[in-house]
């Protein structure tokens, strides 16, 4: 099956990288930014950090692709989700999927576009920065342990596509496929609703705000809400 990723950011960038220098192959980026685009192009997808790398990938922008994808890993923020699932389903093959990579509850927003049988899902547990157009530091350990990874189809079922998307992603990680991948999805949301907030907010670390007691109780209610939320909602 022939895949892309769309998007060239920090956690993109990473996967492109680390792709070519396990398999050799030719990896496509298709991005909308020409400064990320020529950046690729000139320099290579660069790595730093807790990983050194620099390995040539092809980017393209969306505006210039004549291929059809079987598979399209979406690495975009979700603003503006509604616009770009429009446009880059149109590089998908007839029954061509996208495996969402972003953070939130995304599937449903995509599956309203292209079908529930055609939205895949993936929750990345580790970490990036994006420095500049075409590099990325590597914040997480650069061992299959910590770059892991956990997918799911939207629709719940097992299918090739499922299976492909996962081979890919092993060459990078330790991949878990989950029957229950929305009740993973909000785990993920918990953590990033409860740390990424405060983080934020406080100009701190996760550590620093677990540690600090005024800033722990309000993760704590936000933890909360979360759970009671989900079970309202029938999530496991």
Same mark, same amino acid.
């Given at each position: 099956?022939?895949?892309?990723?769309?998007?060239?950011?920090?956690?993109?960038?990473?996967?492109?990288?680390?792709?070519?220098?396990?398999?050799?192959?030719?990896?496509?980026?298709?991005?909308?930014?020409?400064?990320?685009?020529?950046?690729?192009?000139?320099?290579?997808?660069?790595?730093?950090?807790?990983?050194?790398?620099?390995?040539?990938? /092809?980017?393209?922008?969306? /505006?210039?692709?004549?291929?059809?994808?079987?598979?399209?890993?979406?690495?975009?923020?979700?603003?503006?989700?509604?616009?770009?699932?429009?446009?880059?389903?149109?590089?998908?093959?007839?029954?061509?999927?996208?495996?969402?990579?972003?953070?939130?509850?995304?599937?449903?927003?995509?599956?309203?576009?292209?079908?529930?049988?055609?939205?895949?899902?993936?929750?990345?547990?580790?970490?990036?920065?994006?420095?500049?157009?075409?590099?990325?530091?590597?914040?997480?350990?650069?061992?299959?342990?910590?770059?892991?990874?956990?997918?799911?189809?939207?629709?719940?079922?097992?299918?090739?596509?499922?299976?492909?998307?996962?081979?890919?992603?092993?060459?990078?990680?330790?991949?878990?496929?989950?029957?229950?991948?929305?009740?993973?999805?909000?785990?993920?949301?918990?953590?990033?609703?409860?740390?990424?907030?405060?983080?934020?907010?406080?100009?701190?670390?996760?550590?620093?705000?677990?540690?600090?007691?005024?800033?722990?109780?309000?993760?704590?209610?936000?933890?909360?809400?979360?759970?009671?939320?989900?079970?309202?909602?029938?999530?496991?």
């Amino acid at each position: 099956m022939r895949f892309a990723v769309y998007g060239a950011g920090s956690l993109g960038i990473v996967l492109l990288a680390k792709l070519r220098k396990e398999t050799g192959d030719e990896i496509t980026v298709i991005d909308r930014n020409p400064k990320s685009v020529n950046a690729i192009n000139t320099n290579g997808a660069i790595v730093v950090g807790k990983l050194q790398l620099k390995e040539k990938v /092809t980017a393209i922008l969306d /505006t210039e692709v004549t291929l059809k994808y079987d598979i399209i890993f979406l690495m975009t923020k979700q603003l503006g989700n509604t616009e770009t699932v429009k446009k880059i389903s149109k590089f998908l093959s007839d029954d061509g999927v996208i495996c969402t990579m972003q953070n939130g509850l995304p599937e449903q927003g995509i599956s309203e576009i292209i079908g529930v049988d055609r939205t895949y899902g993936c929750t990345v547990n580790w970490g990036a920065t994006r420095l500049e157009p075409g590099v990325s530091e590597l914040t997480s350990e650069p061992n299959r342990e910590s770059l892991t990874f956990c997918v799911g189809s939207y629709s719940g079922k097992r299918t090739k596509y499922l299976e492909e998307i996962s081979r890919i992603l092993n060459i990078v990680g330790d991949v878990t496929v989950d029957d229950n991948f929305i009740g993973m999805r909000w785990s993920k949301l918990l953590i990033n609703s409860a740390f990424s907030g405060m983080s934020c907010v406080c100009g701190s670390t996760f550590g620093e705000i677990a540690d600090n007691e005024k800033s722990r109780h309000v993760i704590q209610r936000i933890v909360k809400e979360c759970i009671n939320v989900a079970k309202a909602a029938n999530i496991k």
